[in-house]
């Protein structure tokens, strides 16, 4: 794989252009492209169904397309552009750009894509876990700004996470550390769509989960948004599955922070747009079950463009500084 150190972008005088990154997001509901700057800002975002079941090969064909075409909106020059960063769900090997066997990517088996994004863009590539990868990106340009010990999770289709411990990002031997949306919350519960493990945070939290339960509960084709809606309403099934679904993501988050103690937890994904609904109730009660300082329970900055800022945050991460 070429070296991103290696990787310049100039003008034709030979003057250093502004920095830009291609992030690429590659989630279980969608793909997601955009041209990402060293602050943050992110120009020529596009996203489309990632319809993973018709294989790798046209998946990251489309993604790749994806990536070009969000260059091209962007208006940023393609001599711009130093290197792609790639956030996928894992398994996944990190240092070798390899993507093993993502759970939520059937049939996607030892994808070699950091070095197929290399070939078709010329340009070096690199690959994290996308929560951790979001993590990265919160923690450089959004809510976690200058948080030295922060967790990230993202609560959507799955429920996945990241950690920052000492101003650093916590990968794990491997790359695929930071799995917190697979924290035990009742052994012997739910089983879990994800790791077919019981009692998983994801199997009572993620949207998937939410609407599932409400399903058995006889909400027949009730999404999360609209249990969320339901509880609002003083439906009391909805807000019996909505206080099992905080009571739930609190446990998590409360072991988590016994943990890792950060001073700041940040939640992001589909889930948390209901806003306080989840927030009040969860920071309560974390606040009440956790040991040690308060701990901060605040909403994401970055919202839909979260996977793609933090792809590129994992890719500027090793751009040297200029």
Known sequence: MASIEATKAVEGDGVP??????????????????VVASDGSVQGFVSAPTEADRGPDDGVERLFELGRRAVAESGV?????????????GPLDSAN??????????????????????????????????????????????????????VYLTISTGVGGGVVIDGALHRGRSGNGGELGHVTVDWHGRRCRGCGRRGCLEAYCSGTSIAERAQEAGMHGATAADVAQAARAGNTVAARLWDETCEALASGITSIVNLFEPEIVVLGGGVVRTGEQLLAPVRERVSEQAIG??????????????????????????????
């Open 17 to 34: 252009v502004a920095r830009a990154v291609l992030g690429l997001d590659i989630g279980g509901t969608k793909i997601a492209a955009g």
């Open 77 to 89: 020059a393609w001599e711009a552009v130093e290197a792609v960063g790639i956030g996928c769900g």
């Open 97 to 150: 750009g390899i993507l093993i066997a993502p759970l939520h990517l059937h049939g996607w088996r030892d994808v070699r894509v950091t070095e197929l994004a290399t070939a078709a863009y010329g340009r070096p590539a690199v690959l994290d876990n996308d929560a951790v990868a979001a993590c990265a990106g919160e923690h450089r340009y959004g809510a976690g700004r200058g948080a030295r010990n922060m």
């Open 293 to 322: 300082d308060p701990v901060q329970v605040v909403e994401a900055e970055l919202g839909d463009a979260v996977g793609v800022v933090g792809a590129a945050a994992v890719a500027y991460e090793r751009l040297p500084a200029r």
